[in-house]
Protein backbone atom coordinates (compact mmCIF):
# COMPACT_ATOMS: atom_id res chain seq x y z
CA UNK A 1 0.00 0.00 0.00
CA UNK A 2 1.31 3.68 -0.50
CA UNK A 3 2.21 5.46 2.48
CA UNK A 4 2.67 8.91 0.72
CA UNK A 5 -0.12 10.84 -0.75
CA UNK A 6 1.03 13.51 -3.81
CA UNK A 7 -1.40 15.59 -6.19
CA UNK A 8 -1.23 14.04 -9.34
CA UNK A 9 -0.45 17.30 -11.40
CA UNK A 10 1.04 20.97 -10.51
CA UNK A 11 1.89 24.14 -12.87
CA UNK A 12 4.68 26.28 -11.88
CA UNK A 13 6.10 29.59 -13.96
CA UNK A 14 9.82 29.45 -15.16
CA UNK A 15 11.65 31.18 -12.53
CA UNK A 16 9.22 30.75 -9.41
CA UNK A 17 9.46 28.63 -6.52
CA UNK A 18 7.56 25.00 -7.30
CA UNK A 19 6.53 23.49 -4.23
CA UNK A 20 5.17 19.99 -3.94
CA UNK A 21 3.55 18.49 -1.14
CA UNK A 22 3.55 15.27 -0.07
CA UNK A 23 1.43 13.66 2.96
CA UNK A 24 3.12 10.95 4.58
CA UNK A 25 0.67 9.96 7.89
CA UNK A 26 1.63 6.85 8.36
CA UNK A 27 5.33 7.32 9.09
CA UNK A 28 7.35 6.03 11.33
CA UNK A 29 9.86 7.67 13.64
CA UNK A 30 12.25 6.21 11.91
CA UNK A 31 11.16 6.39 8.59
CA UNK A 32 13.32 8.24 5.97
CA UNK A 33 10.91 10.61 3.27
CA UNK A 34 12.69 10.44 0.09
CA UNK A 35 12.68 12.53 -3.39
CA UNK A 36 13.04 11.68 -6.95
CA UNK A 37 12.02 12.61 -9.97
CA UNK A 38 11.44 11.06 -13.23
CA UNK A 39 12.07 12.90 -16.97
CA UNK A 40 10.65 11.26 -19.94
CA UNK A 41 11.35 7.54 -19.54
CA UNK A 42 14.67 8.41 -17.83
CA UNK A 43 15.87 6.19 -14.78
CA UNK A 44 14.71 8.19 -11.59
CA UNK A 45 17.20 10.82 -10.19
CA UNK A 46 17.70 10.85 -6.50
CA UNK A 47 16.73 14.54 -5.41
CA UNK A 48 17.01 14.91 -1.69
CA UNK A 49 16.28 12.69 1.30
CA UNK A 50 15.55 13.44 4.84
CA UNK A 51 13.93 12.38 8.66
CA UNK A 52 13.40 15.07 10.51
CA UNK A 53 14.97 18.36 10.25
CA UNK A 54 14.99 20.31 6.80
CA UNK A 55 17.48 19.72 3.99
CA UNK A 56 18.90 21.49 1.25
CA UNK A 57 21.50 20.56 -1.08
CA UNK A 58 22.39 21.93 -4.90
CA UNK A 59 18.93 20.62 -6.24
CA UNK A 60 16.29 21.56 -3.89
CA UNK A 61 14.88 22.12 -0.10
CA UNK A 62 13.17 19.80 1.74
CA UNK A 63 10.67 21.04 4.28
CA UNK A 64 9.60 18.15 7.15
CA UNK A 65 6.55 19.48 9.53
CA UNK A 66 7.07 18.73 13.28
CA UNK A 67 4.71 16.14 13.45
CA UNK A 68 6.75 14.39 10.72
CA UNK A 69 2.95 13.75 8.84
CA UNK A 70 4.02 15.48 5.55
CA UNK A 71 6.62 17.07 3.51
CA UNK A 72 7.51 20.15 0.95
CA UNK A 73 9.89 19.94 -1.45
CA UNK A 74 10.98 23.27 -3.00
CA UNK A 75 13.09 23.53 -6.21
CA UNK A 76 13.93 27.34 -5.63
CA UNK A 77 13.72 28.84 -9.44
CA UNK A 78 12.55 26.54 -11.50
CA UNK A 79 13.77 26.01 -15.02
CA UNK A 80 11.77 24.11 -18.38
CA UNK A 81 14.32 21.77 -17.59
CA UNK A 82 12.44 20.66 -13.93
CA UNK A 83 9.58 19.19 -15.97
CA UNK A 84 9.31 15.88 -14.62
CA UNK A 85 7.46 13.41 -12.17
CA UNK A 86 8.21 14.05 -8.84
CA UNK A 87 8.12 11.26 -6.28
CA UNK A 88 7.86 11.40 -2.94
CA UNK A 89 8.76 7.90 -0.88
CA UNK A 90 8.62 6.46 2.37
CA UNK A 91 10.61 2.77 2.73
CA UNK A 92 8.93 0.13 3.23
CA UNK A 93 10.48 -3.26 4.40
CA UNK A 94 14.57 -2.97 4.64
CA UNK A 95 15.43 -1.01 1.53
CA UNK A 96 12.31 -1.09 -0.41
CA UNK A 97 10.75 2.17 -2.38
CA UNK A 98 7.56 2.54 -3.30
CA UNK A 99 6.94 5.06 -6.01
CA UNK A 100 3.35 5.31 -6.11
CA UNK A 101 1.98 7.84 -8.99
CA UNK A 102 3.89 10.82 -7.94
CA UNK A 103 3.58 14.42 -9.11
CA UNK A 104 4.03 14.98 -13.10
CA UNK A 105 5.12 18.98 -12.68
CA UNK A 106 5.20 20.91 -15.82
CA UNK A 107 7.18 24.36 -15.56
CA UNK A 108 5.44 27.39 -18.33
CA UNK A 109 7.89 29.55 -20.05
CA UNK B 1 25.06 10.18 -15.13
CA UNK B 2 24.42 7.81 -11.88
CA UNK B 3 27.49 5.72 -12.48
CA UNK B 4 25.29 2.77 -12.62
CA UNK B 5 24.91 1.18 -16.31
CA UNK B 6 22.65 -1.36 -17.96
CA UNK B 7 22.46 -3.09 -20.89
CA UNK B 8 21.08 -3.32 -23.18
CA UNK B 9 19.55 -0.10 -23.81
CA UNK B 10 16.36 -1.51 -26.12
CA UNK B 11 15.54 -5.09 -26.54
CA UNK B 12 13.27 -6.13 -29.06
CA UNK B 13 11.85 -10.26 -28.87
CA UNK B 14 8.97 -12.85 -29.59
CA UNK B 15 6.86 -14.09 -26.95
CA UNK B 16 8.00 -17.28 -25.51
CA UNK B 17 11.48 -16.22 -25.55
CA UNK B 18 14.15 -15.96 -22.70
CA UNK B 19 16.39 -12.47 -22.44
CA UNK B 20 19.12 -11.48 -19.87
CA UNK B 21 19.54 -7.74 -18.51
CA UNK B 22 22.88 -6.96 -17.37
CA UNK B 23 23.34 -4.15 -14.50
CA UNK B 24 26.71 -2.84 -13.34
CA UNK B 25 26.13 -0.97 -10.29
CA UNK B 26 28.24 2.47 -8.94
CA UNK B 27 31.92 1.64 -7.69
CA UNK B 28 31.83 0.42 -4.23
CA UNK B 29 28.08 -0.52 -4.42
CA UNK B 30 27.27 -3.79 -2.72
CA UNK B 31 23.74 -3.71 -3.00
CA UNK B 32 21.61 -3.75 -5.96
CA UNK B 33 17.67 -3.63 -6.82
CA UNK B 34 15.81 -4.07 -10.37
CA UNK B 35 12.61 -2.26 -11.01
CA UNK B 36 10.09 -2.94 -13.88
CA UNK B 37 7.92 0.40 -14.74
CA UNK B 38 4.71 -0.42 -17.01
CA UNK B 39 2.68 1.93 -18.56
CA UNK B 40 -0.42 0.64 -16.19
CA UNK B 41 1.80 -0.37 -13.18
CA UNK B 42 3.96 2.47 -12.32
CA UNK B 43 7.51 1.67 -10.89
CA UNK B 44 7.55 -1.75 -9.13
CA UNK B 45 10.03 -3.25 -7.32
CA UNK B 46 11.16 -6.72 -8.36
CA UNK B 47 14.74 -7.75 -6.07
CA UNK B 48 16.95 -6.63 -4.17
CA UNK B 49 21.21 -8.62 -4.11
CA UNK B 50 23.30 -7.68 -1.13
CA UNK B 51 26.59 -8.73 -1.54
CA UNK B 52 25.93 -11.94 -4.18
CA UNK B 53 22.71 -12.49 -1.76
CA UNK B 54 18.86 -12.41 -2.01
CA UNK B 55 18.33 -9.70 0.45
CA UNK B 56 14.36 -8.73 -0.30
CA UNK B 57 11.46 -9.42 -2.74
CA UNK B 58 8.67 -7.78 -4.24
CA UNK B 59 6.79 -8.04 -6.99
CA UNK B 60 9.00 -10.49 -8.98
CA UNK B 61 6.98 -13.40 -11.08
CA UNK B 62 8.12 -16.74 -10.88
CA UNK B 63 9.54 -16.71 -14.51
CA UNK B 64 11.99 -13.96 -13.59
CA UNK B 65 14.82 -14.46 -11.85
CA UNK B 66 18.19 -12.62 -10.67
CA UNK B 67 21.52 -12.62 -9.75
CA UNK B 68 24.44 -10.92 -8.48
CA UNK B 69 28.12 -11.63 -9.31
CA UNK B 70 31.31 -11.83 -7.23
CA UNK B 71 32.13 -8.86 -9.00
CA UNK B 72 29.30 -7.05 -8.00
CA UNK B 73 27.33 -6.84 -11.71
CA UNK B 74 23.60 -8.44 -11.61
CA UNK B 75 21.63 -10.12 -14.44
CA UNK B 76 17.71 -9.87 -14.36
CA UNK B 77 16.75 -13.23 -16.49
CA UNK B 78 12.85 -13.13 -17.77
CA UNK B 79 11.63 -16.40 -19.18
CA UNK B 80 8.58 -17.49 -20.85
CA UNK B 81 8.17 -13.71 -22.03
CA UNK B 82 4.46 -12.45 -22.63
CA UNK B 83 3.19 -9.28 -24.04
CA UNK B 84 3.02 -8.20 -20.93
CA UNK B 85 6.03 -7.87 -19.92
CA UNK B 86 7.21 -5.41 -22.08
CA UNK B 87 8.56 -2.50 -19.91
CA UNK B 88 10.85 -0.26 -18.87
CA UNK B 89 13.30 -2.01 -16.37
CA UNK B 90 15.72 -0.16 -14.10
CA UNK B 91 18.58 -1.20 -11.89
CA UNK B 92 19.49 1.17 -8.90
CA UNK B 93 22.47 0.61 -6.40
CA UNK B 94 23.33 1.41 -3.14
CA UNK B 95 26.58 1.37 -0.33
CA UNK B 96 24.42 -1.21 1.86
CA UNK B 97 21.74 -3.36 2.91
CA UNK B 98 19.40 -0.91 3.65
CA UNK B 99 17.41 -1.28 6.87
CA UNK B 100 15.09 0.43 8.56
CA UNK B 101 18.03 2.83 10.89
CA UNK B 102 20.14 3.40 8.01
CA UNK B 103 19.74 6.07 4.98
CA UNK B 104 20.35 4.15 1.80
CA UNK B 105 20.25 5.92 -1.26
CA UNK B 106 19.65 4.11 -4.23
CA UNK B 107 20.92 5.78 -7.56
CA UNK B 108 19.39 4.09 -10.91
CA UNK B 109 20.74 3.34 -14.16
CA UNK B 110 18.89 4.68 -17.61
CA UNK B 111 16.96 1.74 -18.01
CA UNK B 112 16.04 -1.36 -20.97
CA UNK B 113 13.56 -1.00 -22.75
CA UNK B 114 11.72 -4.49 -23.57
CA UNK B 115 9.38 -4.97 -26.33
CA UNK B 116 7.82 -8.30 -26.69
CA UNK B 117 6.33 -8.96 -29.77
Known amino acids: DAKTTQPPSMDCAEGRAANLPCNHS???????VYWYRQIHSQGPQYIIH???NNETNEMASLIITEDRKSSTLILPHATLRDTAVYYCIVRVDGNQFYFGTGTSLTVIP | DSGVTQTPKHLITATGQRVTLRCSPRSGDLSVYWYQQSLDQGLQFLIQYYNGEERAKGNILERFSAQQFPDLHSELNLSSLELGDSALYFC????????????????FGPGTRLTVL
Open chain 1, 50 to 52: GLK
Open chain 2, 92 to 107: ASSPLAGGHLWTDTQY
Open chain 1, 26 to 32: TISGNEY
